[in-house]
C-alpha cells in the first residue's frame, strides 16, 4: 500500500497582528509570533516618570537665596529639606577649600605638590610658555588666577614648561595638565580644543565638569552664569544710554 506524501497545511492568515480567536489560537501554537506590544503605554509612563522626577528635583540647583524666596510657593517641610542639604554642601565646600590659589612649583617639588597632592585633591598644572608673545599663555594665565580663586577644593599650580620639561616644545605652550591618585586624567596642549586667545573662565570651568570635578549642578557654576548676565546687561545699558545721548546731541543741532 502506497503511502501519502505529507503535504504541509496551509493556514490562512489574514492579518498576523489582528485581535481575532483564531489568531490567539495560531500564537498559542507557536505557529505565528506573539503580537508586537503597543509602545504607547510604555512612552506615556516613560514621559509621566520624567515629569515628576523633574518635579521632584525643580529646587535641585537653587542656592540658599532662591529657595527663601520660594517659602510662599513650596511646602516648609520640602523647603527645610532643601536648605539642609545646601547647608551641608556648603559646609563640606568650605571645608574642602584650602587652596584659593596659584601656587608656583620648582620642578624638585613636583613630586610632592603635584603627584603625591593628588591623592588628596585634584591637581592643575599649567605648563606656561617662558616667553611673553605667547598670547595664550598670557590669557591662560589670568584665566587660571580667576578659576583658583573661585574653586577653592582643586588645587591650581604653575610652571614654566621648559623647567619642568627640558626641551619642551614652546609651540605645545600652553599645556594643562590635570592630576588625580597620581595619574595624569587630561591633558590639554595649547588653547585651540577650548576657545583659543578667547578662551574664557567657563571654558576652564567646563574642563572642570568633564574630569569630574565640579557637578553640573554646582551652584558655583550657576553664579557665573548670573555674572555674566547682569555684566551683558549692564553693557547693553551703557550702549542704549550712549545711543540716546547721541541722539539728544543731534536734536540740539537741528
Same mark, same amino acid.
Not at 504607547?40 to 529646587?59: C, F, G, K, S, T
Not at 610652571?159 to 590635570?178: F, H, Q, S, W
Given at each position: 500500500?502506497?503511502?501519502?506524501?505529507?503535504?504541509?497545511?496551509?493556514?490562512?492568515?489574514?492579518?498576523?497582528?489582528?485581535?481575532?480567536?483564531?489568531?490567539?489560537?495560531?500564537?498559542?501554537?507557536?505557529?505565528?509570533? /506573539?503580537?508586537?506590544?503597543?509602545?504607547?503605554?510604555?512612552?506615556? /509612563?516613560? #514621559?509621566?516618570?520624567?515629569?515628576?522626577? !523633574?518635579?521632584?528635583?525643580?529646587?535641585?540647583?537653587?542656592? #540658599?537665596?532662591? #529657595?527663601?524666596?520660594? /517659602?510662599?510657593?513650596?511646602?516648609?517641610?520640602?523647603?527645610?529639606?532643601?536648605?539642609?542639604? @545646601?547647608?551641608?554642601?556648603?559646609? !563640606?565646600? %568650605?571645608?574642602?577649600?584650602?587652596?584659593?590659589?596659584?601656587?608656583?612649583?620648582?620642578?624638585?617639588?613636583?613630586?610632592?605638590?603635584? =603627584?603625591?597632592?593628588?591623592?588628596?585633591?585634584?591637581?592643575?598644572?599649567?605648563?606656561?610658555?617662558?616667553?611673553?608673545?605667547?598670547?595664550?599663555?598670557?590669557?591662560?594665565?589670568?584665566?587660571?588666577?580667576?578659576? !583658583?580663586?573661585?574653586?577653592?577644593?582643586?588645587?591650581?599650580?604653575?610652571?614654566?614648561?621648559?623647567?619642568?620639561?627640558?626641551?619642551?616644545?614652546? @609651540?605645545?605652550?600652553?599645556?594643562?595638565?590635570?592630576?588625580?591618585?597620581?595619574?595624569?586624567? @587630561?591633558?590639554?596642549?595649547?588653547?585651540?580644543?577650548?576657545?583659543?586667545?578667547?578662551?574664557?573662565?567657563?571654558?576652564?570651568? @567646563?574642563?572642570?565638569?568633564?574630569?569630574?570635578?565640579?557637578?553640573?549642578?554646582?551652584?558655583?557654576?550657576?553664579?557665573?552664569?548670573?555674572?555674566?548676565?547682569?555684566?551683558?546687561?549692564?553693557?547693553?545699558?551703557?550702549?542704549? =544710554?550712549?545711543? !540716546? =545721548?547721541? %541722539?539728544?546731541?543731534?536734536?540740539?543741532?537741528?
Amino acid at each position: 500500500m502506497n503511502q501519502m506524501p505529507d503535504i504541509p497545511v496551509q493556514v490562512p492568515i489574514d492579518n498576523p497582528n489582528a485581535d481575532t480567536e483564531w489568531n490567539d489560537i495560531l500564537r498559542k501554537h507557536g505557529i505565528i509570533p /506573539e503580537k508586537p506590544k503597543d509602545p504607547e503605554p510604555v512612552i506615556q /509612563e516613560a #514621559l509621566l516618570e520624567a515629569h515628576q522626577r !523633574a518635579h521632584e528635583n525643580r529646587l535641585e540647583d537653587k542656592d #540658599l537665596d532662591e #529657595l527663601a524666596a520660594l /517659602e510662599d510657593d513650596e511646602d516648609e517641610a520640602f523647603l527645610e529639606q532643601y536648605r539642609q542639604k @545646601r547647608m551641608a554642601e556648603i559646609n !563640606a565646600l %568650605a571645608k574642602a577649600s584650602k587652596f584659593g590659589s596659584v601656587y608656583p612649583l620648582q620642578k624638585v617639588d613636583f613630586t610632592r605638590e603635584v =603627584t603625591e597632592a593628588s591623592q588628596q585633591a585634584y591637581v592643575f598644572v599649567f605648563l606656561s610658555s617662558s616667553t611673553d608673545s605667547n598670547v595664550e599663555s598670557r590669557v591662560l594665565g589670568k584665566l587660571w588666577r580667576e578659576v !583658583a580663586q573661585k574653586y577653592g577644593d582643586v588645587k591650581f599650580c604653575q610652571i614654566r614648561a621648559d623647567m619642568c620639561i627640558e626641551g619642551y616644545p614652546e @609651540r605645545n605652550c600652553p599645556t594643562i595638565l590635570v592630576y588625580k591618585d597620581g595619574d595624569i586624567r @587630561r591633558q590639554i596642549v595649547t588653547l585651540r580644543e577650548l576657545q583659543g586667545v578667547r578662551t574664557k573662565s567657563e571654558d576652564l570651568e @567646563r574642563v572642570l565638569v568633564q574630569v569630574g570635578v565640579v557637578r553640573e549642578g554646582d551652584t558655583r557654576l550657576k553664579k557665573r552664569d548670573e555674572d555674566e548676565e547682569e555684566t551683558q546687561g549692564r553693557h547693553n545699558g551703557l550702549g542704549r =544710554t550712549k545711543q !540716546a =545721548t547721541n %541722539a539728544d546731541d543731534d536734536d540740539e543741532w537741528d
